[in-house]
């Protein structure tokens, strides 16, 4: 589904990514962990196709297809999700009328009119009831007031509606309390299938105690230094970080 080959990017001139090599199947759950500042969320970034990011080498493959030239909403169209691609408030509209704008965008990108209401209701309520999501959740302005744990909860509800084949999911550290994992836990569990991927991108160990990944990297100062399975996670969190940057030094 996602190849990645020898990634080189950077922004304002600068190099963050250095060689990235990943690939993600079908079915597949891949968590990235690394220290602060070794690149993940450039990563995350670049993949989504964040204009400010610069790919100066390598490339970016979604089903064979060379995707580093198209816009961010046009990955988007093509099957990908990035958490915190709405993070912004917007009074007065809610939950529900923001995710189905978004819905219609989609099948106007592929040259599908608008859902019909009554099957645009039906999908949100399926997906509500499958999140465990209040009804009166739905009707809320978006990220108006959200706590950490609420935000989580429409970003799930975002990837349910969307039903993306590869969603990336950026947990960073602020504002994860358990509730929140939790959400973002059960949320991927219940969404993920063989038709779909996710790559969870965590700084903390803890997240994978709820979702258990296909394979764990470690990105340390650009580069993918370590790859294994959920063991990996665990090696992790007994040693820190500093065990994976003796090791690179050695
Ligand atoms: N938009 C940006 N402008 C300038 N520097 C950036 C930008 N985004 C990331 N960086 C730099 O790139 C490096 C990696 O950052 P980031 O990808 O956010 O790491 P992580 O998510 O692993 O903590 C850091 O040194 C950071 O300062
Ligand atoms: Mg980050």
Do not use: C
Not at 104 to 113: D, I, M, S, V
Not at 118 to 144: C, G, P, Q, W
Not at 207 to 213: F, H, N, R, S, T
Request: hydrophobic share 40%.
């Amino acid at each position: 589904m996602l190849k990645i080959k020898n990634l080189h990017a950077s922004v304002d001139n600068k190099s963050i990514l250095k060689g990235i090599n990943l690939e993600v199947k079908a079915g597949e759950v891949h968590a990235i962990m690394g220290p602060n500042g070794s690149g993940k969320s450039t990563l995350a970034s670049v993949i989504a196709g964040k204009e400010e990011y610069e790919v100066t080498k390598g490339e970016i493959l979604l089903d064979s297809e060379n995707i580093d030239e198209l816009a961010p909403e046009e990955r988007a169209h093509k099957g990908i999700f990035m958490s915190f691609q709405y993070p912004v408030e917007i009074p007065g509209v809610s939950v529900t009328n923001f995710i189905k704008t978004a819905i219609n965008e989609n099948r106007k990108a592929k040259g599908l009119g608008d859902m019909p209401a009554n099957e645009m209701l039906k999908l949100i309520r399926e997906k509500a009831d499958l999140l465990e999501i209040d009804r009166k959740f739905l009707s809320r302005s978006l990220n108006e007031g959200f706590s950490g744990g609420e935000k989580k909860r429409n970003e799930i509800f975002q990837m349910a509606m969307l039903d993306p084949k590869l969603a990336i999911l950026d947990e960073t550290d602020s504002g994860l309390d358990i509730d929140a994992l939790r959400i973002v836990a059960n949320g991927v569990n219940k969404l993920k299938s063989e038709n779909n991927a996710v790559i969870i991108i965590t700084h903390y160990q803890r997240l994978l105690d709820y979702i258990v990944p296909d394979f764990v990297h470690v990105l340390h100062n650009g580069k993918i230094v370590k790859s294994g399975t959920k063991e990996l996670a665990h090696e992790l969190e007994a040693k820190g970080y500093d065990w994976i940057k003796e090791e690179v030094k050695a």
